[in-house]
């Protein structure tokens, strides 16, 4: 299949040449019926792998029996997904907000941390990427989006340099909302910060009075091997912000907070017609019961280590990351073993950084499965 198949569709996405037509597990296939290993995992959404049997049946339920009401009604299943994740986050992160996509579940933290604090200034760590919504965009790394929030209008974060411990202290302050930071940093190839650094943010934001947001919209939900990433390196932010694996495959958001980023939000001050709706916390549930019930955190422990020392065997120098989400310094660019992968069916992907090679398959990937993504790598890199 050609790049960009029809013109009715925007050109923006540098699209994988593979028309795929069905996927299970970490296995898709394609058009002609072949079959392809995913280490992409659907962009780190298929956490309990791709149309798993209970997701898939929770949503047929739900679907049939009611599509969608919005939050104007309480449901007992929206109920039901806010406090199951309530119990599964650490400390007293314990209220949820539902929204769509993972820009959306930013917005709407910096919107409670301006609330709560009353003051506006955000800081950002660089290397960091948060969405393309303007507020978003305003804390996300790199020329082109600081050059599109500059065109929205929106002043930009602060930016502290990577895992820069004095930075971090020195730049919050009592005009600072909210420091949000990705705790393993997904773009750029799964870099993941320091628990001093992430210590430091913490003691400033606390100090200071500010918002601790985690952004693990890529690291989250059980892909470190916990369920939040703030469980894998010791440190409970004010905030974590939730998308593309909580639901492994249909759209949402959250943001779960403490009660003292909570006080005070009253009825109006966020909103969304589709968040929180009864097919996707459905499929959120199951998602979140499969993870529990077949040991897919363990799993990620484990694998992560065959995928580690597999590496390590094939000289490869570096993995960075944690758990499924990591990165593969290599000594060529990353973007050509990535095609070679792909000429194996393959599927895997590339970051900010030329050399690392970024891994974020299902959370189910099986041993076997890794076996067979580092026999690819060994073809490839020989
Ligand atoms: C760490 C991180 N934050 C935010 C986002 C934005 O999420 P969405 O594309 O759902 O708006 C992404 C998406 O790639 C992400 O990886």
């Known amino acids: 299949m050609p790049l960009n198949a029809t013109p009715a569709l925007l ?21 002609d019926g072949n079959e392809w290993l995913d280490a992409y995992g659907g962009h780190a959404v298929a956490s309990s792998g791709h149309s798993h049997p209970r997701v898939v049946q929770a949503i047929a339920s739900q679907a049939g029996q009611l599509l969608f009401y919005s939050a104007a009604i309480s449901l007992p299943i929206r109920e039901a997904l806010a406090t199951a994740l309530a119990e599964r986050c650490p400390g007293a992160l314990d209220r949820v907000f539902f929204c769509n996509s993972g820009a959306e ?3 709407n933290a910096f919107a409670l941390a301006r609330k709560r604090t009353a003051r506006q200034h955000l800081v ?6 948060h969405g393309r919504t303007p507020g978003a965009l305003s804390v996300t790394s790199g020329a082109r989006y600081e050059e599109a929030a500059r065109r929205s209008g929106v002043p930009l974060s602060t930016r502290v340099p990577f895992n820069d411990v004095d930075a971090i202290r020195a730049a919050v302050d009592d005009t600072v909302a909210a420091v949000i930071i990705e705790p393993v940093q997904g773009i750029q190839g799964a870099r993941d910060c320091s628990v001093e650094f992430l210590r430091a943010a913490r003691e400033a934001c606390s100090t200071q009075g500010a918002a601790l947001i985690f952004d693990e919209i890529q690291c989250g939900v059980g892909r470190t091997g916990s369920f939040t990433a703030a469980e894998s390196f010791g440190v409970t932010p004010d905030a974590i912000t939730m998308a593309k694996g909580l ?43 499969v993870i529990d019930e077949e040991g897919l955190m363990e799993n990620v422990l484990q694998v992560s280590e065959r995928i580690r020392n597999g590496a390590r065997t094939l000289g490869i120098a570096e993995v960075q990351g944690r758990g499924l989400l990591l990165g593969l310094r290599l000594d060529r660019p ?39 993504l580092l026999d690819a790598l060994a073809k490839v890199l020989s």
């Not at 699209?15 to 296995?27: A, F």
């Not at 779960?256 to 001050?269: F, M, S």
């Open 105 to 107: 579940a930013n917005e």
């Open 247 to 289: 639901a492994a495959g249909l759209p949402i958001g959250a943001v779960v907070i403490t009660p003292w980023l909570a006080e005070g939000v009253a009825v109006g001050d966020l909103g969304s017609t589709f968040g929180g709706g009864p097919v996707v916390c459905a499929a959120a549930l199951a998602n979140l019961e």
């Open 124 to 129: 950002s760590v660089e290397g960091g990427w």
């Open 334 to 372: 990353a973007a050509s073993v990535q095609r070679a992968l792909f000429e194996h069916r393959v599927i895997t992907g590339t970051s900010a950084d030329p050399d690392v090679l970024r891994l974020m398959p299902p959370l189910s990937f099986a041993p076997a499965e890794a076996d067979r």
């Open 11 to 31: 050109p923006v996405y540098a699209q994988m040449p593979v028309h795929v037509v069905s996927g299970h597990g970490s296995r898709l296939v394609d058009a």
